[in-house]
């Protein structure tokens, strides 16, 4: 048991080694690739796929596979591709890419590692910036070497809260219109970078109070254990605890993480829709 153990060890570290280099290497190519014309595609309504978000997860597929064959993996491109083995890399290769293609430099690149549904190990790049984030399970947030804490504000009034949405599905249009005329009224101000790596990683390292995400995406999932490892509390818009199925974001230090929670909860009551 405890060779096993030891080599479980080993191969995890070697498996966070890899994903922060393939992140470094995904980083500087997208950057060099400013240079020449990008093919871009629509994926869906409001969404779009670069060759270069392809190219970047395939790097993050190629590393995984070279770690450890019996990886699953779960890539915004190319989808699931499921093993037995209870443990998962999950990845957006270029979270951002409308920010990306405009020249904006708020983009960054996710990877996150999860073993028998608990995360283990999430890495938020913004390859502009040189802000690299990380946190492993039980060890803490760090942005580069320094270690993260979430701001301690306790009133929403006082509060710079991000809500990071910013292509609605008819669906959630009402919700999303209802949560930022909350925001508008009851925080002291609020913000949208159009990206949540971006805003959740600024979250752990007290850039922002908190952040409301409407529509949760699992891709982004290694930014639930950055801002939790920089003691943020971290859940659904219900108050159920955060996990690769939560349909939204509530993050924030305990205190505040209730009042968010109340202002999302408001926003998402059906007796809310339309207006108050």
């Known amino acids: 048991m405890l060779v096993f153990e030891g080599v479980a060890k080993m191969m995890n570290c070697a498996l966070r080694r890899n994903l922060i280099d393939a992140a470094y290497l995904a980083g500087r190519e997208a950057i060099a690739a400013k240079g020449r014309v990008i093919h871009v595609d629509l994926k869906g309504a409001k969404d779009l796929v670069t060759d270069v978000d392809r190219s970047g997860e395939e790097r993050f597929r190629y590393v995984v596979r070279r770690v450890d064959p019996k990886i699953s993996f779960w890539g915004e491109e190319g989808g699931k591709d499921l093993k037995d083995s209870g443990r998962i890399v999950i990845v957006d290769p270029l979270d951002a890419t409308t920010n990306f293609l405009l020249g904006f430099p708020l983009w960054s690149i996710i990877a996150a590692y999860q073993e028998e549904g608990r995360l283990k190990f999430g890495l938020i790049y913004i390859p502009e910036l040189g802000q690299l984030f ?28 991000s809500c990071n949405r910013s292509n609605y599905p008819d669906g959630l249009i009402q919700t999303g219109t209802r949560l930022i005329e909350l925001l508008i009224r009851k925080a002291f101000s609020w913000r949208n970078m159009g990206t949540a790596g971006v805003e959740y990683a600024w979250t752990a390292s007290g850039k922002f109070d908190g952040v409301i995400t409407p529509l949760a995406e699992a891709v982004h999932a290694a930014g639930y254990l950055i801002m939790q490892e920089a003691g943020a509390k971290v859940t659904d818009h219900l108050g159920n605890p955060i996990s690769l199925d939560s349909p939204s974001v509530v993050a924030a230090n305990s205190i505040l993480h209730e009042q968010l929670l109340d202002l999302a909860r408001e926003a998402f009551s059906p007796s809310q829709a339309g207006g108050s």
């Open 134 to 161: 990380t946190a492993e399970a039980g060890e803490g947030a760090f942005l580069n070497r320094e270690r993260l804490s979430v701001r301690t504000t306790n009133s929403l009034a006082s509060a710079v809260v």
